[in-house]
């Protein structure tokens, strides 16, 4: 499969946890840094976290370091964005997005996460 497809969201409380998931298949997984975004309602879509192909370089928005972590097991075609401490502000449809250095790209249909106050 050569769209990723994302997982994990969910309706959570202020201050919970969510972990999501991106899976791939074809083509070879680790080829493709991974990138995750957050779109409101009404809003441009907005970047979260990125990891590159081999998992040594990582990239979050200021505003979700220290409780978001993003991390991929090549072996599995899945990388994860472990979200700690969710705010309201958190809210919005999370997608994942396969790039190449090439400059070729797919994106997933998103997973909607609400965090409620």
């Known amino acids: 499969q050569v769209q990723p497809v994302e997982s994990g969201g969910g309706l959570v409380q202020a201050g919970d946890s969510l972990r999501l998931s991106c899976t791939a298949s074809?083509?070879?997984?680790?080829?493709?840094?991974i990138g995750w975004f957050r779109q409101d309602q009404g809003k441009d879509r907005e970047f979260v976290a990125s990891?590159?192909?081999?998992?040594?370089?990582?990239v979050l928005a200021d505003a979700v370091k220290g409780r978001f972590t993003i991390s991929r097991d090549n072996a599995k075609n899945t990388v994860y964005l472990q979200m700690n401490d969710l705010k309201p502000d958190n809210t919005g449809v999370y997608y994942c997005?396969?790039?190449?250095?090439?400059?070729?790209?797919?994106w997933g249909q998103g997973t909607q996460v609400t965090v409620s106050s």
């Open positions: 997005q396969r790039r190449h250095s090439s400059g070729v790209e797919y």
């Open positions: 990891i590159s192909g081999t998992g040594v370089t990582i």
């Open positions: 074809s083509p070879v997984f680790s080829n493709y840094a």
